[in-house]
């Protein structure tokens, strides 16, 4: 037996120095599997009395996850380890499902389990179809997913206990399962026609396709090649670190707030045009722009200061590179418009905006390059959804790395609810002013 005791590794740090006072302190680094090293300044205030100040967190890194890596100047992402161009070409999304979920890819048994009991639990409570009954059929499709969703935990009371993880699970696969029931329950909504109930014979994605076009007067023809498309549109939207959205989920969660009303609040940051709204705001900058002869007067307000318009599906937080999401994304452009035998004018004004803008110095100095967003509408709205129904596919497909986040920061011994400090800038200690005193 080898008794020798583990030579304990010197621990690393990196020293601050007060220069008001001189004094030092030293803060330990922790290095992750690959990426950068972190600063660890978890007993900074304690020793120091100051906070660190990171509006919009450019530099923080919130939690450590096993989930997703993203390598922005290299334009990487993976799940688990997995690239992205490889699960989107050779995978399915129930597989990158069980993937973020359960930390492997499935073997055959399992795939055939997960696949079945997700399957099982696609259908909806049949008292939710009265609760859409109360939105107007005009509402934006995300303001009734937020609120669908959020009832969910209105419905199953039996997966609410977070500290049971059996609860957990059935949240996780009603969550997954339900979602693109109720998005097309919205679009049906919307255009007044009859929901479609969930036919268990068929793929998640073609389903979905199913109970978004499908009427029920008529049999409904699902093309492989669409279903193929929708299956890559979701498995290139299913994870994404610590964005906006996930980073919402994850504080709503750290109150120990239920799995269902948590996902609702990530559909609510979703929204927002800076992150998964931007999809449906690149077909509105399109059609805006409508000719390629006025691509350089947009080009030039996109670089002014004082205009706020912004050049839509372009730029990220992280890459710094190709989004790897967008190529895959554009690619899937051509199959699916090639398949459906459309020239969009929307395509080819996109191609040639995303050309000018590539050769362009403000973009290159900046290191803006298209996102998963800049395609992903064309597509879209080739395969028959509204603009407006953009951001819902979106929110389909991210509920499972909402979750997944969820699951494991519920499962982290240390976790903590999430409390940010503030510099405080406002006024410092003062009287009260009685109201005939005031001026
Ligand atoms: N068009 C023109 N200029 C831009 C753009 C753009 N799309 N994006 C960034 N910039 C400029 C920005 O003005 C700033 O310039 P300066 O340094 O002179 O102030 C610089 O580039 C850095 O931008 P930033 O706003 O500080 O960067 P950020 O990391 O805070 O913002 C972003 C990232 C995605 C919000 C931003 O690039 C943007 O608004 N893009 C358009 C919206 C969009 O496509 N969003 C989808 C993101 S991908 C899907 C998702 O994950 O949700």
Request: hydrophobic content about 40%.
């Amino acid at each position: 037996m080898n008794t020798a005791v583990p030579q304990q590794k010197p621990q690393k740090t990196v020293t601050l120095i007060d220069n008001e006072t001189g004094k030092k302190f030293d803060l330990p680094i922790i290095d992750g599997s690959t990426g950068p090293r972190v600063i660890d300044i978890r007993k900074l205030y304690a020793e120091t009395g100051m906070f660190t100040y990171d509006p919009g967190f450019t530099s923080t890194a919130a939690c450590d996850s096993g989930l997703t890596y993203i390598d922005g100047d290299k334009g990487i992402l993976l799940h688990r380890g997995y690239s992205i161009k490889e699960l989107a070409l050779k995978s399915d999304f129930l597989e990158v499902c069980h993937l973020l979920l359960n930390g492997e890819l499935p073997n055959k048994q399992q795939k055939d389990e997960f696949v079945n009991t997700v399957t099982r639990h696609t259908m909806v409570h049949e008292q939710m179809q009265f609760f859409f009954r109360g939105f107007r059929r005009d509402s934006h499709p995300m303001a009734v997913m937020v609120g669908t969703v959020g009832a969910l935990s209105a419905f199953y009371h039996d997966s609410l206990n977070i500290d049971d993880p059996r609860q957990r699970e059935i949240a996780a696969f009603r969550l997954i399962a339900k979602m693109p029931t109720i998005a097309a329950m919205v679009y049906k909504y919307s255009i007044g026609q009859p929901f479609m109930y969930p036919r268990n014979d068929l793929s998640y994605s073609e389903n979905f396709l199913y109970m978004t076009f499908a009427v029920p007067s008529e049999p409904y023809k699902i093309s492989p090649i669409l279903a193929r498309a929708m299956d890559r549109i979701l498995i290139l939207h299913a994870d994404h670190e610590q964005n906006a959205s996930t980073s919402t989920v994850r504080l709503a969660g750290s109150s120990r707030a239920n799995p269902f009303a948590c996902i609702a609040s990530g559909i609510a940051s979703l929204w927002g045009p800076a992150h998964g709204g931007a999809n449906e705001a690149v077909l509105f900058m399109l059609k805006e722009i409508g000719d390629k002869s006025r691509i350089p007067e947009y080009i030039k307000r996109s670089k002014d200061k004082n205009d706020s318009f912004r050049l839509m599906g372009f730029g990220h937080r992280v890459y710094k590179n190709y989004d790897p999401r967008a190529e895959i994304m554009r690619d899937t452009c051509y199959e699916v418009l090639g398949e459906l035998g459309i020239k969009d004018p929307l395509l080819e004004l996109a191609m040639e905006l995303e050309k000018i803008a590539l050769k362009d110095d403000y973009f290159i100095e900046k290191k803006l390059y298209p996102n998963v967003d800049f395609y992903s509408g064309i597509i879209l709205r080739a395969m028959g959804f509204p603009t407006n129904m953009f951001t819902v596919l979106f929110a389909v497909a991210r509920t499972v790395g909402w979750i997944s986040q969820w699951n494991e920061m519920i499962q982290e011994p240390t976790q903590k609810i999430g409390r940010p400090r503030q510099l405080y800038t406002g006024p410092v200690e003062r009287p009260f002013t009685p109201l005939d005193r005031r001026k």
